[in-house]
């Protein structure tokens, strides 16, 4: 029976392979559309692939610690662009995915109506999913390999 750490190593590998494919027709695509390749974008590119943004605040927010001098509008743009060229939808950026053994410490954020902000790590945000749809009678036995939501527009409301 295969190890938990040679689990872990044999996806992060196949992921590492599989980013570089997506990274390679993304940068095509760009190519394609005669967009020029530029250091930002392509930090932007490989933050996009890598990391969980749930918005562009988000994106704008990890890409300025690596360089002070990208701007908000870069960020926007490229967003644009790469929603136009069909390698993104916006509201595939708001995916949550974290198997039972996801080690992420804050991969789920919960605000409640008083304010209050808690802060789930994978195997507890995993873990309420699974036991909610349980208690509901959703899962029938079914694992969960992600869940997506869409953003709340219950503000623009008020």
Same mark, same amino acid.
């Given at each position: 029976?295969?190890?938990?750490?040679?689990?872990? @190593?044999?996806? /992060?590998?196949? $992921?590492?392979?599989?980013?570089?494919?997506?990274? /390679?027709?993304?940068?095509?695509?760009?190519?394609?559309?005669?967009?020029?390749?530029?250091?930002?974008?392509?930090?932007?590119?490989?933050?996009?692939?890598?990391?969980?943004?749930?918005?562009?605040?988000?994106?704008?927010?990890?890409?300025?610690?690596?360089?002070?001098?990208? $701007?908000?509008?870069?960020?926007?743009?490229?967003? @644009?662009? #790469? /929603?136009?060229?069909? !390698?993104?939808?916006?509201?595939n950026m708001y995916k949550i995915a974290?198997? !039972?053994?996801?080690?992420?410490? @804050?991969?789920?954020?919960?605000?409640?109506?008083? $304010?209050?902000?808690?802060e789930l790590s994978a195997t507890k945000? @995993?873990?309420?999913?699974? /036991? $909610? #749809?349980? !208690?509901?009678?959703?899962?029938?036995?079914?694992?969960?390999?992600?869940?997506?939501?869409?953003?709340c527009r219950c503000a623009d409301l008020?």
């Amino acid at each position: 029976m295969m190890q938990k750490q040679e689990k872990k @190593n044999i996806c /992060e590998s196949v $992921g590492y392979h599989r980013t570089q494919l997506q990274k /390679e027709i993304i940068l095509q695509k760009l190519k394609e559309q005669g967009c020029r390749i530029t250091k930002q974008r392509l930090m932007l590119l490989d933050i996009i692939l890598q990391e969980e943004c749930s918005c562009c605040k988000e994106l704008y927010y990890i890409a300025s610690k690596r360089d002070e001098k990208i $701007g908000s509008a870069t960020v926007y743009r490229m967003i @644009n662009t #790469l /929603e136009e060229i069909g !390698a993104i939808s916006r509201k595939n950026m708001y995916k949550i995915a974290c198997c !039972a053994e996801c080690e992420i410490e @804050n991969a789920c954020t919960v605000e409640f109506d008083d $304010g209050t902000v808690m802060e789930l790590s994978a195997t507890k945000w @995993n873990r309420v999913i699974r /036991e $909610g #749809l349980t !208690a509901c009678g959703y899962s029938d036995g079914k694992s969960v390999c992600s869940v997506s939501t869409k953003p709340c527009r219950c503000a623009d409301l008020k």
